[in-house]
């Protein structure tokens, strides 16, 4: 019956470590993330290349990455001029 105490006691323990670990690890790519945008967008880099260490490791998780800046150009990506469904209104009608 000791023996069965014990082990209940280590699993306990272990679980609470590892549940700590957890909290630590999420609270620290909370930080991590926050410090990160905050950089980003106060030096407006979201376009550009990361300006710093912190931002790439956070791009690289979140899986934000640069996107082209000469997407205009491309003649293979073109947006959709307008939808079938879209018609303009032709502003407000007197009687």
């Given at each position: 019956m000791a023996v069965l105490a014990?082990?209940?006691?280590i699993v306990i323990v272990?679980?609470?470590?590892?549940t700590v670990g957890i909290?630590?690890?999420?609270?620290?790519?909370?930080?991590?993330t926050t410090a990160a945008v905050h950089r980003e967008e106060w030096m407006w880099t979201l376009k550009r290349p990361p300006p710093g260490r912190l931002p790439q490791i956070v791009?690289?998780?979140l899986g934000v990455y640069v996107r082209?800046?000469?997407?205009?150009?491309?003649?293979?990506?073109?947006p959709e001029e307008e939808p079938p469904w879209y018609e303009r209104s032709g502003g407000?009608?007197?009687?």
């Amino acid at each position: 019956m000791a023996v069965l105490a014990v082990l209940g006691v280590i699993v306990i323990v272990v679980l609470a470590v590892v549940t700590v670990g957890i909290f630590i690890a999420v609270i620290a790519a909370t930080v991590m993330t926050t410090a990160a945008v905050h950089r980003e967008e106060w030096m407006w880099t979201l376009k550009r290349p990361p300006p710093g260490r912190l931002p790439q490791i956070v791009r690289r998780i979140l899986g934000v990455y640069v996107r082209r800046m000469d997407r205009d150009l491309d003649e293979s990506i073109r947006p959709e001029e307008e939808p079938p469904w879209y018609e303009r209104s032709g502003g407000p009608t007197r009687r």
